[in-house]
């Protein structure tokens, strides 16, 4: 499940991220489907999109389930920030109709730290630790039910070249200072780094407790413009490949397959739409920042081998 959003000027906007876990009949459960920050009035068959439109799938409960719908959250933040400089943030939580609300008390959290927004919805924020950083927003806990949502904000020590500041120009006649960092994009090894979070290496699953949720987090000198994912499958010497396309298996050739896209951000989540079968799984991840760099294949963090039984 993933959002395509519609960039605003200088500024860094939601990427709504979801694990969901039923607590009721998993059999009352469905899709809703939101387009442009509102409750899609026809089904995603349907619909019309346009360049730049907002989708959004989440899981909702029917009439048998007790309890109000939950709706998405929104956070805007400033696209880049300086290290351990204040700025602002800002979080809405949508209706049905599209109308935002400031939402009061909803928690904003990033690796080190965390605060709740007030009655209108503000909060202020910083960093201590330079580089691209997860935002992630969840819904006050006696407020009405939310989307838990997620952005990246680039935070960069001054003038260091990263995030669109110019580094300071070196004359010929200076030396630089030895182990200076580069100032020019990076392009060296390990530039941009993708993992899986939840799927084991190795593990071997039944068939009840087998993966559908896909997640995983990219971390890169500078920001990330794609995250993507290919699955292969082989079983008593029959192969498939996951087609990101039309959401399914299709026979394939042993050992290929293709990536599809998944996320624009620092971190991506793929649901898939049926339990998996019995056989051997290979799940290769990629990435790629706005250098241009791309995630190498290695076997326990861009490639994850694991069973269904």
């Given at each position: 499940?993933?959002?395509?959003?519609?960039a605003?000027?200088a500024?860094?906007?939601?990427?709504?991220?979801?694990?969901h876990?039923y607590?009721?009949n998993?059999?009352?459960?469905?899709w809703?489907f939101?387009?442009?920050?509102?409750?899609?009035?026809v089904g995603?068959?349907?619909?019309?999109?346009?360049?730049?439109?907002r989708?959004?799938?989440?899981?909702v409960c029917?009439e048998?389930?007790?309890?109000a719908?939950p709706t998405?959250l929104?956070?805007?933040?400033p696209?880049?920030?300086?290290l351990?400089e204040a700025?602002?943030?800002s979080?809405?939580?949508y209706s049905?109709k599209g109308e935002?609300?400031p939402?009061a008390?909803a928690?904003i959290?990033w690796?080190?730290?965390s605060?709740?927004?007030?009655?209108q919805?503000?909060?202020?924020?910083?960093f201590?630790?330079a580089g691209?950083?997860?935002?992630?927003?969840?819904?006050?806990?006696?407020g009405p039910p939310?989307?838990?949502?997620?952005?990246?904000?680039?935070?960069?020590d001054?003038?260091?070249?990263?995030?669109g500041t110019?580094?300071?120009?070196q004359?010929s006649?200076?030396p630089k200072p030895?182990?200076?960092?580069?100032?020019?994009p990076?392009?060296g090894?390990f530039?941009?780094?993708s993992?899986?979070?939840?799927?084991i290496d190795?593990?071997v699953?039944s068939?009840?407790?087998?993966p559908r949720?896909?997640d995983?987090?990219?971390?890169?000198?500078?920001?990330?413009t794609s995250?993507?994912l290919?699955?292969?499958?082989?079983y008593r010497g029959?192969c498939?490949a996951?087609d990101?396309?039309?959401a399914?298996f299709r026979r394939a050739?042993c050992?290929?397959?293709?990536?599809f896209?998944?996320?624009?951000?620092?971190s991506f989540?793929?649901?898939l739409p049926?339990?998996?079968g019995p056989?051997?799984?290979?799940?290769?991840s990629?990435?790629?920042?706005s250098?241009?760099?791309h995630?190498r294949?290695?076997?326990?963090?861009?490639?994850?081998?694991?069973y269904?039984?």
């Amino acid at each position: 499940m993933r959002v395509k959003g519609r960039a605003r000027s200088a500024r860094s906007r939601t990427r709504p991220a979801e694990t969901h876990t039923y607590t009721e009949n998993v059999l009352s459960y469905f899709w809703s489907f939101w387009l442009n920050d509102a409750e899609a009035p026809v089904g995603a068959c349907a619909a019309q999109f346009e360049q730049g439109d907002r989708v959004l799938f989440f899981p909702v409960c029917d009439e048998l389930c007790s309890g109000a719908e939950p709706t998405p959250l929104e956070i805007e933040v400033p696209a880049a920030a300086n290290l351990n400089e204040a700025v602002s943030a800002s979080v809405k939580q949508y209706s049905k109709k599209g109308e935002p609300s400031p939402a009061a008390r909803a928690t904003i959290a990033w690796p080190g730290g965390s605060t709740r927004t007030d009655p209108q919805g503000h909060a202020t924020v910083s960093f201590g630790v330079a580089g691209v950083t997860e935002v992630r927003v969840t819904g006050a806990e006696a407020g009405p039910p939310a989307v838990r949502t997620e952005t990246s904000i680039c935070v960069h020590d001054g003038n260091d070249g990263t995030c669109g500041t110019q580094a300071p120009a070196q004359t010929s006649n200076t030396p630089k200072p030895p182990g200076e960092l580069a100032k020019a994009p990076y392009r060296g090894p390990f530039a941009v780094i993708s993992r899986m979070t939840d799927v084991i290496d190795g593990h071997v699953y039944s068939r009840r407790s087998a993966p559908r949720l896909l997640d995983g987090k990219v971390i890169a000198h500078t920001g990330v413009t794609s995250a993507s994912l290919e699955l292969r499958r082989s079983y008593r010497g029959r192969c498939w490949a996951f087609d990101g396309v039309v959401a399914e298996f299709r026979r394939a050739r042993c050992g290929h397959g293709s990536f599809f896209v998944v996320a624009h951000g620092a971190s991506f989540s793929y649901l898939l739409p049926a339990a998996l079968g019995p056989g051997r799984y290979v799940l290769d991840s990629e990435a790629t920042d706005s250098a241009g760099n791309h995630t190498r294949l290695a076997r326990g963090t861009t490639r994850i081998v694991f069973y269904v039984r």
